[in-house]
T-cell receptor, first 114, second 111 residues
Framework: AQSVTQLDSQVPVFEEAPVELRCNYS??????LFWYVQYPNQGLQLLLK??????LVESINGFEAEFNKSQTSFHLRKPSVHISDTAEYFC????????????FGSGTQLTVLP | DTAVSQTPKYLVTQMGNDKSIKCEQN?????MYWYKQDSKKFLKIMFS???????INETVPNRFSPKSPDKAHLNLHINSLELGDSAVYFC??????????FGDGTRLSIL
């Protein structure tokens, strides 16, 4: 069975500073990788995804993640965060053959401080 | 608005009761899901239906019974509610192997 490890449960960072949220997965086969964001009292929203192709994927609000097969990682980065980025971030993985079966990490609470 | 919508948003009830949570999607997706998010925000899939057929059924007590009357609806019925059922339940939908879209959740509190 696949598993996802998000090493940091909480990441506080000052506004306009860079941030990296770490995600590692355990799988020896091809995977699909996702980052979802959850704002307070809301559902999860897809932030970005890696299905195939370029290993660097970007979102419309400045986040990017890089698929690193050798390190089985999919870390999320943003060069300059805003207060509005404060949220819970979930990394998820699925087998391409059964992309409906998502396995989520335990989440990272990003808190952006003024 | 196109969305995954679930009702109710909040549900407070007593142990032993039976309750249902409804989910509807108007995105034209063929697959729907139920997830449980516990107090530590850990998310785990419970069920998935594709074109009204059950395709994922994780280890969930049989007090939980999903029902899909059509492709756009997946309801969750829970019998004999227990304290440990307190959680946020999320409905989601997707088309084939595309990323899943989530509802805003139903916060279930058992007294």
């Amino acid at each position: 069975a696949q598993s996802v490890t998000q090493l940091d449960s909480q990441v506080p960072v000052f506004e306009e500073a860079p941030v990296e949220l770490r995600c590692n997965y355990s799988s020896s086969v091809s995977v699909y990788l996702f980052w979802y964001v959850q704002y307070p009292n809301q559902g999860l929203q897809l932030l970005l995804k890696y299905l195939s192709g370029s290993t660097l994927v970007e979102s419309i609000n400045g986040f990017e993640a890089e698929f690193n097969k050798s390190q089985t990682s999919f870390h999320l980065r943003k060069p300059s965060v805003h207060i509005s980025d404060t949220a819970e971030y979930f990394c998820a993985v699925s087998d391409p053959g059964s992309a409906r079966q998502l396995t989520f990490g335990s989440g990272t609470q990003l808190t952006v401080l003024p | 608005d196109t969305a995954v919508s679930q009702t109710p948003k909040y549900l407070v009830t007593q142990m032993g009761n039976d309750k249902s949570i409804k989910c509807e999607q108007n995105l034209g997706h063929d697959t729907m899901y139920w997830y449980k998010q516990d107090s530590k925000k850990f998310l785990k899939i419970m069920f998935s239906y594709n074109n009204k057929e059950l395709i994922i059924n994780e280890t969930v007590p049989n007090r939980f019974s999903p029902k899909s009357p059509d492709k756009a609806h997946l309801n969750l019925h829970i019998n004999s509610l227990e304290l440990g059922d307190s959680a946020v339940y999320f409905c989601a939908s997707s088309h084939s192997n595309q990323p899943q879209h989530f509802g805003d959740g139903t916060r279930l509190s058992i007294l």
